[in-house]
């Protein structure tokens, strides 16, 4: 269908780690009208966070604080006029990223008594606080008489996800657990603050989220039943009800802004706002993910995300496949239909620190200057310098060098972080071996993207062995865009094509793809992907001479890693 240019806007509200993105984007094209980003003030001074125990908090306020910044600076740089131009908005944010609410469907933090707690925050996905509660959760699950409620998550549930957060809040803070009516994603809250929903059960939740992170699934009428939620703690079973039991696409309208909102944001009240998203799988689409595509957000960490049809009925289909037309696939995130896009079963698998792992090596590299007493300090923009200056020098070597000398051996596992795909451990860490007297700093850094790329390999790898092939790969994210050494090392390693989106903002622009939908401007997200897809702008090809060397190393690397697993266990 084709809509006259410059009469339809769209904004996609993108949450991200750091900050919110905004953009203003013609209906019509996907072309770029305005953008807008605020970081957020209170993260940004690590307040309520304890990165020593894991502990990511982050206050609602600079939620709040951070959206009216970057909705006023991206209307302003579309131009006069644009505001009236606005048909609808929708948001993608983190996640799993909840919060406990009161009864109106409030963040506890914005209310005297819990603004300075933690637990009465949205507990950013990254916070693995809860880890033993996900072990729990496990344990349960597989001994559980009507079956495992992790099976479409991937047979293991992490500590980055709902039920796990929420159990360890509900066990170490009876305040908060005892105070709260509801838990919320942040991806909820945010379409039910604009639209001015403060009845919880009218709370439309996100299938994306409830389907990847919560447990919920249709064939056992929602999310796990209240025996199962008991038996964990009896709070969690109190206060599930509230979640409701259906759960809706982002191509679904939420409601429309609320006159408080419409006037703070300077927009007109009947711009529609969507049910709203996680943003990897809203950034999927703005990346241009199609069947057997396997889109690559790659950032702070990485979200993969495939798409594929539903199957034939598990009888035609082989095994494996449920009665519902699903082929179950082994530690991944998850698989949900219409996680990704409606009408087709949304795959999510990732890894949980990517770009995270550069900037830790490169704040190793800068100690010093920050830290010796009488040194001068970092220079102006000398950490900035650092990668880019390791990048340049790794480039003259081999794959797994220890330097210009010797190309024999450093090796490392990325699992800094712990790891996500497959198999989800948070309690896993990183290592680096083959080091000796003659290994410097750019082996180390070659070595660390290596391991970033094995560990993408080993996630194609597990959808592939699982009966979900991946034919191409494309990718999206601040990585993608900015460093051709870790994109072609990827390809070398992967053995595959990587096209990279012209888009800087692919979350942003899949979130206004999910808006102009839910206006009625298209009608279907697919329909509105083609008309607004922001297209390639590389595409980086496979060396065939590192291939095969990268095929060996990656043995190395799956090596190496059953040894740490084993050995720290």
């Not at 929708?90 to 933690?118: H, K, M, Q, Y």
């Not at 009240?269 to 241009?288: L, M, P, Q, Y």
């Not at 999910?514 to 595409?539: C, H, I, K, N, W």
């Amino acid at each position: 269908m084709s809509i006259p240019k410059d009469r339809d806007y769209v904004l996609g509200v993108d949450y991200g780690t750091d900050s919110v993105r905004v953009l203003v984007v013609d209906a019509a094209d996907g072309s770029e009208k305005g953008s807008g980003v605020s970081a957020y003030s209170r993260w940004a001074r690590g307040m309520f966070c304890d990165p020593a125990s894991n502990r990511f908090r982050q206050h609602p306020l600079d939620y709040i604080e951070s959206l009216e910044a970057a909705v006023g600076g991206a209307l302003a740089a579309a131009g006069p006029g644009a505001a009236e131009k606005v048909r609808a908005l929708c948001i993608d944010t983190t996640g799993s990223t909840p919060c406990f609410a009161d009864g109106n469907g409030v963040p506890l933090a914005l209310s005297p008594r819990f603004a300075e707690d933690p637990d009465a925050m949205f507990i950013l996905w990254k916070d693995h606080t809860g880890l033993s509660q996900a072990q729990r959760i496990n344990e349960l699950a597989r001994s559980w008489k009507d079956g495992d409620y992790t099976r479409y998550e991937g047979g293991i549930y992490s500590s980055e996800w709902f039920w796990a957060k929420a159990l360890r809040v509900v066990e170490t803070n009876h305040g908060v657990a005892f105070a709260a009516s509801t838990i919320i994603e942040h991806c909820d809250w945010m379409p039910a603050l604009l639209a001015g929903v403060t009845d919880i059960p009218s709370i439309r939740r996100s299938r994306c989220a409830a389907g990847h992170k919560a447990m919920w699934h249709a064939s056992w009428g929602g999310y796990p039943p209240a025996d199962f939620l008991s038996a964990l703690h009896p709070r969690l079973a109190e206060l599930a009800p509230s979640l409701g039991r259906e759960t809706f696409e982002a191509d679904k309208v939420f409601g429309t802004l609320c006159p408080e909102w419409a006037a703070r944001l300077g927009l007109p009240e009947s711009v529609v706002v969507s049910v709203g998203a996680f943003d990897a799988h809203i950034g999927a689409v703005g990346g241009d993910v199609s069947p057997g595509t396997l889109l690559k957000i790659m950032g702070t960490s990485t979200c993969d995300i495939l798409i594929g049809p539903r199957l034939a009925a598990a009888s035609e289909a082989g095994a494996g496949v449920t009665s519902e037309g699903e082929k179950l696939v082994a530690g991944i995130c998850g698989q949900v239909d219409g996680s990704v896009i409606p009408g087709f079963i949304g795959y999510e698998a990732g890894q949980s620190a990517f770009g995270d792992i550069f900037a830790w090596f490169k704040r190793l590299l800068a100690w010093p200057l920050a830290n010796i007493p009488g040194a001068a300090g970092v220079p102006a923009g000398f950490e900035d310098a650092i990668l880019p200056a390791l990048e340049k020098a790794a480039l003259a070597l081999g794959p797994g060098s220890t330097g210009p000398t010797n190309s024999s051996g450093v090796l490392a596992l990325d699992w800094l972080n712990g790891r996500r795909t497959p198999d989800a451990d948070q309690s896993l860490t990183g290592a680096i071996t083959g080091l000796s007297l003659g290994t410097d700093a750019p082996a180390v850094y070659r070595a660390l993207v290596e391991a970033a790329a094995f560990g993408s390999r080993a996630i194609v790898e597990r959808l592939s062995s699982e009966g979900v092939p991946v034919s191409k790969v494309a990718a999206v994210g601040g990585v993608a865009r900015k460093s051709a050494f870790i994109m072609q090392t990827t390809a070398d390693v992967l053995g595959m094509e990587i096209s990279v989106t012209s888009s800087d903002q692919s979350c942003a622009l899949g979130a206004a793809m999910f808006a102009a939908t839910a206006a009625g401007l298209y009608p279907t997200v697919l329909d509105a992907q083609a008309s607004m897809s922001a297209g390639a702008e590389r595409v980086y090809r496979p060396d065939p001479v590192r291939v095969k060397l990268y095929d060996k190393l990656y043995k190395r690397y799956l090596a190496l890693g059953a040894f740490v697993e084993k050995e720290t266990a």
